[in-house]
C-alpha cells in the first residue's frame, strides 16, 4: 500500500479474529467482515490491520454474537 501499512489476506485475519480461514471466508461472504481495504486482485481481498484494530469486536464478542444469531428459539 502507499501507506506502508502492511495488508492482511484471509489467513492473517483469521489468526487475529482466532477463526479458520474457511471461516473468515464464510464471514466475509455473509458481510460480518468489515469491507476490503484492497481489491486490487480479483478475489483475494486484503485488509489493514488497522481495520480489524479500531472499534471492532474482539473474537470472543464476535463468537457470542454469531452463537446467539445462529440458535433456533422454540416457543413450547
Given at each position: 500500500?502507499?501507506?506502508?501499512?502492511?495488508?492482511?489476506?484471509?489467513?492473517?485475519?483469521?489468526?487475529?479474529?482466532?477463526?479458520?480461514?474457511?471461516?473468515?471466508?464464510?464471514?466475509?461472504?455473509?458481510?460480518?467482515?468489515p469491507?476490503?481495504?484492497?481489491?486490487?486482485?480479483?478475489?483475494?481481498?486484503?485488509?489493514?490491520?488497522?481495520?480489524?484494530?479500531?472499534?471492532?469486536?474482539?473474537?470472543?464478542?464476535?463468537?457470542?454474537i454469531?452463537?446467539?444469531?445462529?440458535?433456533?428459539?422454540?416457543?413450547?
Open positions: 500500500m502507499a501507506d506502508g501499512q502492511p495488508l492482511w489476506g484471509y489467513p492473517e485475519v483469521a489468526a487475529h479474529l482466532g477463526i479458520s480461514v474457511q471461516a473468515a471466508r464464510s464471514r466475509k461472504s455473509r458481510g460480518s467482515l469491507a476490503p481495504d484492497d481489491t486490487t486482485v480479483p478475489d483475494r481481498p486484503r485488509w489493514k490491520p488497522a481495520t480489524f484494530r479500531t472499534g471492532s469486536p474482539s473474537a470472543e464478542e464476535s463468537a457470542a454469531y452463537t446467539a444469531s445462529t440458535q433456533t428459539f422454540r416457543s413450547d
